[in-house]
């Protein structure tokens, strides 16, 4: 399923091909972030966790150590309907988790991924000459025929780096060496009500143009013990019933 993120300002021309990375920056509503997928800064999170630590709801994990540790965040769907009990990189993802939050007297760990946070998407223009950016969700059947194409570009053209794609949960994810480059800063000013991203690559698959791009905003997921140390992603079901209160402990509620 493809989802709409919002109104999109570019901040410079999108390049013909892949390139030194640009910026772009676009606005995003509260209801278009997927259910167990939130985007915030990681000072803003710690800046509300005094607010939400005098409820005792939510508590921030201050051993460097254990937040240094990676934890899988499971997609328990996707592993059941593989039939597969080891973790691979279409069932799980690896986070780092540097907080919980005890809802409903269920406790739930709130991780961002260990490595980069990434998505594919293409640009739409609407009838008033609005353009917004179209997230492609991971589980989307279009990205059978894009993620592979991806993934060749990215490796062919960033073999010194290192740089790999994975078709993770939630969110695509690249690993290795990614520089980003900050000629533009001056351009990359946030706008108000909007977040950016980084333009990583643009690639055409039969015939139509697509983009990868890194949120510059931390990504958080939640998931809830599982199996050994494994988490379980939550469902949108129960995203549905207590992001809210998560957002609220978060200081991210109007």
């Given at each position: ?93 690896m986070c780092h988790v540097d907080a919980t939050a005890l809802i409903d007297d269920v406790e ?7 490595d980069h946070a990434v998505d594919i998407a293409f640009i739409e223009t609407d009838d008033i ?5 179209i997230l492609i969700e991971t589980d989307d059947p279009l990205m059978d025929d894009l993620f ?107």
């Open positions: 399923m493809m989802t709409a993120i919002g109104v999109l300002s570019l901040v410079v021309l999108l390049p013909v091909a892949a390139s030194a990375p640009a910026a772009v920056a676009f606005i995003i509503s509260s209801s278009s972030v997927a259910p167990h997928r939130t985007d915030v800064s990681r000072l803003d999170r710690l800046k509300f966790t005094l607010n939400a630590a005098a409820e005792n709801k939510l508590t921030l994990i201050d051993d460097p150590d254990a937040v240094a540790t990676p934890v899988a965040f499971v997609d328990a769907a996707i592993k059941k309907s593989k039939g597969e009990r080891r973790l691979d990189e279409e069932n799980a993802i739930y760990s709130v991780g961002y991924p260990c000459g609005d353009e917004g950016l592979p194409v991806c993934m060749k570009i990215v490796e062919e053209e960033n073999k010194d780096a290192k740089l790999a794609l994975y078709r993770t949960p939630a969110t695509l994810t690249l690993a290795g060496n990614l520089t980003i480059d900050d000629a533009d800063d001056d351009q990359n000013e946030e706008e108000e009500g909007g977040e950016e991203a980084d333009l990583l690559l643009t690639f055409d698959c039969k015939g139509k143009e697509y983009v990868l791009v890194r949120p510059t905003d931390l990504m958080l997921l939640v998931g809830k013990a599982g199996n050994e140390d494994e988490m379980i992603l939550i469902d949108d079901e129960e995203s549905d019933r207590i992001m809210p209160a998560l957002m609220d402990m978060l200081g991210l509620t109007e």
